[in-house]
């Protein structure tokens, strides 16, 4: 059983511009696993890998977590577009020959940094997520912090997901 969200996240070197959450939890045999959070973070090209420890805040408590299975990997993206020549007063004036607008191909290259890790939840913080009206969590890349803040809305999902023992949601 696994639920997907999004968090805000607060970088204030702005290199982190996308976030992806995933808690899984597995129940078999009417034992329930613990939680763990599988956090995708998506940054520029100066974003470094995640460090080993991260923190988990339940209103007022922190708590220090090991960040597992820790991936780093880079991803470009080559984009192509097409924009109007640049030309300026002379014939057609940017029209080729029979009206036709005359355009350049510009190609850009966009690299972006992925990172990826593992959260583990206890049963204590589990239950102290039950009743919350928070949830913030800090992960570090190199000396940067990274805060990713979970709105009421998805609070409240995550509260019904703790609480969910394998039965059919309606």
């Known amino acids: 059983m696994d639920m997907d969200h999004e968090a805000k996240v607060d970088n204030p070197n702005k ?3 996308s976030y992806g959450g995933q808690y899984a939890k597995e129940i078999k045999n009417g034992v329930i696993s613990q939680i763990t959070l599988i956090i995708r973070l998506q940054g520029t090209e100066t974003l470094a890998a995640l460090g080993p420890e991260a923190y988990i805040k339940i209103d007022r408590k922190s708590t220090k977590l090991i960040l597992s299975d820790s991936n780093y990997s880079a991803n470009q993206v080559t984009v192509r577009t097409q924009v109007p020549a640049n ?3 002379g014939i057609g004036f940017g029209y080729g020959y029979g009206g036709v607008p005359m355009t ?3 190609t850009s290259t966009l690299t972006s940094n ?3 890790g ?3 939840f206890t049963k204590e913080m589990e239950n102290d997520i039950l009743s919350a009206k928070s949830l913030q969590f800090r992960l570090y890349s190199a000396n940067d912090a990274i805060d990713l803040f979970v709105s009421d809305s998805q609070l409240e999902i995550i509260q019904k997901f703790i609480k969910n023992r394998g039965e059919v949601q309606k």
């Open 118 to 120: 593992k959260l583990t």
């Open 114 to 116: 992925i990172l990826s």
């Open 87 to 89: 030309m300026g007063p």
């Open 15 to 17: 290199n982190v511009y």
């Open 104 to 106: 350049t191909t510009r």
